[in-house]
């Protein structure tokens, strides 16, 4: 059974930054595109970032390219999502995911997901 664990979430101030980390188990990492989600309240969960099982291809919203960076230790089955310069509107719960296709962005392509943790970045 695949289970992601979300963790590093809190409050920050604007301008400031966080690194968030996705611990998984019960996959095999190195076979799976895992993806970070987020969803601010009355809002629809968006696609933030990912990093492909097919040679390690990152890719972003256009939100958040240029400054959050996803990376992925697979000797630890960890990945992780660094965010800088925070704005407020970055508020959200992130959610961490798992699929197996090569560089999907939607939902409906990530078969596993993880419960979330909260940022929130105060102006």
């Known amino acids: 059974q695949v289970q992601l664990v979300e963790s590093g979430g809190g409050l920050v101030q604007a301008g400031g930054s966080l690194r968030l980390s996705c611990d998984a188990s019960g996959l095999t990492f190195r076979t799976y595109t895992m993806g970070w989600f987020r969803q601010a309240p009355g809002k629809e969960r968006e696609f933030v970032g990912g990093v492909s099982w097919i040679g390690g291809r990152l890719y972003y919203s256009d939100s958040v390219k240029d400054r959050f960076d996803v990376s992925r230790d697979s000797a630890k089955s960890i990945v992780y999502l660094q965010m800088n310069s925070l704005r407020p509107e970055d508020t959200a719960v992130y959610f961490c995911?798992?699929?197996?296709?090569?560089?999907?962005?939607?939902?409906?392509?990530?078969?596993?997901w993880g419960q979330g943790t909260q940022v929130t970045v105060s102006s």
């Open positions: 995911a798992a699929s197996r296709e090569p560089q999907p962005r939607a939902l409906s392509g990530f078969s596993s």
